[in-house]
């Protein structure tokens, strides 16, 4: 059965305007050596030995894509290993240019949670690459999966209190991705690298581009206006209403194809179908298999979080407040999602710090309790007489039902 999940849909040049990559201008490769000597210790003196080798060996694959592949690399200078991203042999034009767009994506975002650029460069063979950091850990993928199976350590190492500070890793790298004006566009849990400390990555940007202003967006618009980056210029050469991205993570718009139309609220959107599928440990369209069915549910199917399917029998209902936190995110409409990931971050943190909005019975006990853990430390002696009268009031209770059994 296809992988949809890894499956990420690219749009397709139009054959007038196909130029292979062999036609576009590439510099010469310069073959890359050690520039730090090799210091030894004689008695009391230091010698310095020039060394003049390859200075990145290849040690192995670490995965392969529709854009390239990336190796595992040991840099013989620094003494560190890492991954190295480079293009397939005969890649088109659009993909150039977007392979060139993803290095300068990603160099201008400088954060925590994004992995960052090293170097780039241009192999023997002629293909473009870039070196980043190599990130040890596990894809939230993969930790989805393991807390799906019931595996004991994933449950005790990622409870619900964890997987939100996992998730606002996420959101803190997307608010600064948006604060500089891209957006994502493939966001999944398979793009999320979680390391061995906690630490939260986002990977993968090649599909990012700038969002475009209302003036680019119309109609008829110039390629001078509407273009921002190559990877823009490149986007003119696609066909009208492609679809590009991960089916099973697309907001509906993405689905449709109206990537004008496209803004952080689509991030918004792909953002709570991986929250949902972290809490719940469920694709809300798993069982669709076609990329049609799957771009047709993504379209139509509210994700549901009540009922017997949406539990998962190893671990407790998710909490009421993170529910309907992640509701508002999945609305089919982008106006009433949250305006921004920054709201998002707001409100989640206020759901975690006790301040739970009101939505039903559960969170409305949630908050009261709350509220009264509040004023026991302003108010502790009216807080305790009023638990007496509580306590004292259920006793009586108790006191009569016991006399109407046994009398």
Not at 30 to 49: A, D, F, H, Q, Y
Not at 145 to 160: I, M, N, Q, V
Not at 211 to 217: G, K, L, Q, V, Y
Not at 257 to 269: K, M, N, P, Q, V
Request: proline share 7%; aromatic share 6%; charged share 25%.
């Amino acid at each position: 059965m296809t992988d949809l999940n890894q499956f990420t849909i690219e749009p397709t040049l139009v054959p007038a305007q196909s130029p292979r990559a062999e036609s576009i201008p590439v510099p010469a490769s310069t073959r890359r050596t050690t520039v730090l000597p090799k210091v030894e210790w004689n008695g009391e003196r230091p010698s310095v030995i020039p060394l003049h080798r390859e200075r990145f060996e290849e040690l192995r694959p670490l995965g392969q894509g529709g854009m390239g592949e990336v190796m595992l690399l040991q840099d013989h200078d620094i003494e560190r290993t890492v991954a190295l991203k480079r293009l397939t042999d005969g890649a088109d034009l659009d993909r150039v240019l977007r392979f060139v767009e993803e290095i300068r994506t990603v160099g201008q975002l400088d954060h925590p949670n994004i992995v960052p650029v090293h170097d780039v460069g241009v192999d023997e063979r002629g293909r473009y690459y870039f070196v980043m950091k190599h990130l040890q850990g596990e894809t939230l993928e993969s930790i989805i999966a393991r807390l799906k199976a019931g595996d004991p350590e994933a449950h005790t190492r990622y409870p619900f209190t964890a997987r939100v500070q996992l998730f606002l890793g996420v959101l803190h790298a997307l608010s600064y991705a948006h604060r500089k004006g891209f957006i994502h566009r493939d966001l999944k849990p398979a793009n999320i690298m979680v390391g061995p400390f906690g630490e939260v990555t986002v990977m993968d940007w090649g599909l990012a581009r700038k969002a475009r202003t209302a003036e680019a967006a119309k109609p008829g618009a110039p390629v001078s206006a509407a273009a921002q980056g190559l990877r823009e210029a490149a986007s003119m050469l696609t066909q009208v209403g492609a679809v590009m991205g991960t089916p099973l993570y697309m907001s509906p718009e993405q689905a449709r194809g109206e990537h004008d139309a496209l803004d952080a609220r689509s991030d918004i959107y792909s953002l709570c179908v991986l929250f949902h599928e972290l809490l719940f440990l469920r694709h809300y369209l798993e069982g669709r298999e076609s990329v049609e069915d799957i771009l047709e549910g993504v379209k139509t199917v509210t994700p549901q979080t009540e009922g017997p399917s949406e539990r998962n029998p190893h671990q407790p209902r998710p909490p009421a407040e993170l529910i309907w936190f992640v509701k508002q995110g999945l609305s089919k409409d982008p106006a009433q999602r949250y305006p921004s990931v920054d709201a998002m971050v707001e409100e989640l943190q206020r759901a975690m710090s006790g301040r739970i909005r009101v939505h039903c019975k559960r969170t409305l006990l949630k908050r009261c309790l709350y509220e009264t853990l509040c004023q026991a430390d302003e108010r502790p002696k009216a807080v305790m007489f009023a638990g007496a009268v509580v306590l004292a009031v259920l006793l009586g209770v108790l006191v009569q039902l016991v006399l109407k059994l046994f009398l």
